[in-house]
Each structure stands twice: as C-alpha cells, then as structure tokens.
C-alpha cells in the first residue's frame, strides 16, 4: 500500500480557514481547503484563545471553540478526549490539526493541543502576517505571468527555487474559483486604514466615539467594521481610554 507523507501544518488563521473552499481528493491525495490567496492547507496550525468547550454525554464527542481576534473555529476531537481535557475557556492554545469540512463547516480535526502565553499568540499573528506578505508577491507573479500568456509548465520554471509545482498549481486553481464573501488580506487592510483614519478624525482629545466610527467608515457593514476594530485592538494598535472611546497608539 502507498505510504502518504505527512503533511505539514502551515501557519494559519481562523479567518483565512474560514474564507477558503474545501476540496475533497480521490484516492491517496489529501483533502484540503484552497484559499482565496491560492494557498491549499490540509494540516494547519494556529493560536487562539478557547471561548466554548463541549462534551457529550457518552463522551465520544468534544469540541473546543476558539478566538484568534479574526474569526472563530472549532476543534473537534472522536473519541481522543484526553487530548483537550486539560483545556477551558480563556485558555491561550497551540493548535495542529488536520482541516476538514462538515455541513458547510470548516474545522479542526485536532492532533496536537499546547498551552501558551498571550505573547504566543502575538508573535504568531506577526508571523502569518510576514508569510503572507511574501505570499502574495508570489501570487502577484504567477497572475502577471499568467496573464502575459504563459502555460503552467511556463510558469512552473519561472517559480523554481520560489514555489513548488504543486504551490503554483494551487495559485492557479484559485484564479478560477469563485469565493462567497471572502475578504481578502487586501480588503482587510483597506479597512483597517479606513478605521484608523476614522479613528484620527475623530478623536479629539479623549479618543474617538465607536458608534462615530460605523457612521464615518461606509463602505462596510457593521459586523466587518465591529470585527476590524477588534482586531486593531487585539494587536494593539488602538486601545480603549475608556468603554466605547477607540484611541490610536
């Protein structure tokens, strides 16, 4: 029988998890949710906080909810309880897991669990984040080769040394899917710019009022504007002086 390598648990995020298409393989080849940055994850790693646990009664199921500041996901665990038994709610976590997808759900098929510090889960933020910058030059590449005309084995031997052939082919499958209320590492930096320049408008001395904020920042909704300016205060970027006030560090 074909031994399947292991695949690598790639640095990820709740929101990139959650923004992505799952794609179920024939045979041997691993499932894997492909992202609207054109990266496929089959194994992924991320740190959050845990905001919900369950067990149930026969103790053949358990889940852990958790919060990285972007979006929330679930690990899930069959039968393999102990791993997560150490574990409640606002606990800091390392999570390993295998991706995977039910009813429309993306989840965690948690292997591997960690306690962390907060300073973990900063410092995985900013590695994602240098990741994905470096990504999406790649990704930028590939659509401007591709554009000019150039075919995938091209393409391939224009990446050698960058990419692997099966990264290139993954970009290239994400230029012909169509992602559902995706907000790519663009609109999400776009926001955050918008929100931040809100927030230096209206702040005028005692910090800037959060429902001014809604009102000033329009080409959003108020679920991605409530979730921008939780994650500028989670990286902290902004702070609160006080309860409902948003203030620029």
């Not at 393989?25 to 845990?50: H, K, M, W």
């Not at 320049?197 to 209206?202: G, S």
Request: hydrophobic share 30%; net charge negative.
């Amino acid at each position: 029988m074909p031994q399947q390598s292991r695949q690598v648990a790639k640095i990820t995020t709740t929101r990139e998890l959650n923004s992505g298409k799952y794609f179920q393989q024939e045979g041997f080849d691993p499932n894997y949710l492909l992202t609207p940055e054109g990266r496929r994850i089959s194994r992924g790693r991320l740190v959050a906080t845990v905001v919900d646990t369950f067990v149930n009664e026969d103790e053949t199921y358990a889940s852990l909810t958790v919060d990285d500041g972007e979006d929330t996901i679930q690990i899930k665990f069959f039968n393999e309880l102990e791993l997560m038994r150490d574990f409640s709610t606002g606990d800091i976590i390392e999570v390993v897991g295998k991706v995977r997808e039910y009813q429309g759900e993306i989840y965690f098929n948690g292997e591997i669990l960690r306690s962390q510090k907060p300073v973990k889960e900063f410092l995985h933020k900013l590695r994602y984040k240098k990741h994905v910058e470096e990504w999406k030059q790649m990704y930028d590449t590939i659509k401007q080769l591709k554009e000019s005309g150039k075919s995938q084995d091209d393409i391939e031997k224009e990446m050698a040394g960058k990419l692997n052939a099966e990264e290139v082919d993954a970009v290239l499958q994400s230029f012909g899917e169509h992602f559902d209320t995706v907000e790519t590492e663009e609109t999400v930096e776009n926001l955050e710019r918008d929100v931040l320049d809100a927030v230096e408008k209206l702040d005028e001395g005692e910090g800037a009022d959060y429902s001014e904020i809604l009102e000033t920042v329009e080409d959003a909704t108020e679920d991605q504007l409530e979730d921008t300016i939780n994650s500028l205060l989670s990286d902290g970027t902004c702070y609160e002086p006080k309860p409902g006030m948003i203030k620029k560090l």
